[in-house]
């Protein structure tokens, strides 16, 4: 389940990037496997191998101890995540990208409560979602204190691979938590669950304008169409956004 969620991803960034380029400068073959390579090996370097590496100098230089190294590496790894977020929602283009976000994530909570859908109903829901992909990031982050605290200290390049090989055990765990939360009614525990993730979102979405949520809608009822039509490539109307 987890890895058809991620190459459904990677199939739509992948639309995405060559509609965006043209029919002239597609992305793909060799380049698109260098891309993704170059853009997953960054992404672990940055937000796991670091966090470690910084942690594990602390604990040899000014004493840290080793018990609380997966608490430490968690308070490093949000802060890199969040200060990342904060800095690239600060670029105009990709501004725009997370109003399209805020679109998105209207047009699932507007369907998946039964409302109509048009601009003006639509409008009038949150910009947050429980299953969205900063939530996914969020998640992963409370899960690795958990398993890399009780993998417990160890040297330097145990660690690091430790890091790069527990990767896929931390996303499956945020996945199905993820799930399980957005099975829940709603109330407060729910709110409970999920509200750290709600909270983060703001950080990835802005309030889009109305051509944005129509562009939302036209887009979720294409989905829809393309779904009743049996197409692999797209999954069911109430999919994590």
Same mark, same amino acid.
């Given at each position: 389940?987890?890895?058809?969620? /991620?190459? &459904? ?13 043209g ?11 260098? !891309? ?12 796991f191998?670091?966090p470690?590496? *910084?942690v594990?100098?602390?604990? !040899?230089?000014?004493g840290?101890? %080793? !018990?609380?190294? %997966?608490?430490?590496?968690?308070? *490093? ?7 990342? &977020?904060?800095a690239?929602?600060?670029?105009p283009?990709?501004e ?17 409560a ?16 429980? @299953?969205?992909?900063?939530a996914? &990031? /969020?998640?992963? *982050? ?11 200290p160890?040297?330097?390049?145990e660690?690091l691979?430790? $890091?790069?090989?527990?990767? #896929? ?16 009614? #709603?109330? $407060?525990?729910?709110?409970? /669950?999920? %509200?750290?993730? /709600?909270?983060?979102? $703001?950080? !990835?979405? @802005? ?12 887009a979720? $009822?294409?989905?829809q ?14 999919a994590? #956004?």
């Open positions: 389940m987890l890895w058809d969620a /991620l190459v &459904l991803g990677m199939r739509a960034l992948t639309f995405s990037a060559n509609v965006q380029t029919e002239d400068n597609k992305l793909e073959g060799a380049p698109m496997t260098l !891309t993704l390579v170059f853009s997953l090996t960054l992404g672990i370097g940055l937000f191998l670091l470690a590496g *910084v594990y100098m602390a604990e !040899t230089t000014i840290i101890p %080793g !018990t609380w190294h %997966g608490l430490a590496e968690g308070i *490093v790894r949000l802060g890199l995540i969040v200060g990342y &977020l904060w690239v929602g600060r670029i283009d990709v725009r990208v997370f109003a399209y976000h805020g679109a998105e994530h209207k047009t699932i909570n507007a369907y998946e039964g409302a109509a859908l048009d601009v003006d109903t639509v409008a009038s829901f949150p910009r947050e979602h429980a @299953r969205c992909g900063t996914f &990031l /969020l998640t992963v *982050v409370v899960f690795s204190v958990l398993v890399f605290s009780a993998v417990g160890m040297p330097l390049l660690r691979a430790s $890091r790069v090989l527990l990767l #896929p055990i931390l996303a499956g765990l945020a996945y199905e938590y993820i799930r399980f939360t957005g099975r829940l009614s #709603p109330g $407060r525990l729910a709110r409970v /669950l999920s %509200g750290p993730s /709600l909270a983060l979102q $703001r950080l !990835t979405t @802005r309030e889009p304008e109305r051509d944005m949520i129509e562009v939302a809608i036209a979720f $009822r294409a989905m169409e393309r779904e009743a039509e049996g197409d692999p490539n797209y999954g069911r109307g109430g994590s #956004p």
